[in-house]
């Protein structure tokens, strides 16, 4: 059985939905990282 055009294009949509929650997942740790480092800074500078 052939997949159809819209099935094709469904399941490279899913396909990079996945790809992009990933990408913001990853983003959102980065950020979490960072204001961790800047609140150490911040605490290390005001002492």
């Known amino acids: 059985m ?3 055009p819209q099935g094709k294009i469904i ?3 899913k396909a990079e939905n996945a790809e ?10 980065r950020v979490m990282e960072l204001e961790q480092e800047l609140h ?3 605490d290390k ?3």
């Not at 992009?20 to 740790?29: S, T, Y």
């Open 40 to 42: 150490d800074w911040i």
């Open 20 to 29: 992009l929650k990933k990408r913001l997942f990853d983003a959102r740790q």
């Open 11 to 13: 399941a490279r949509l």
């Open 45 to 47: 500078v005001s002492k």
């Open 2 to 4: 052939e997949e159809t």
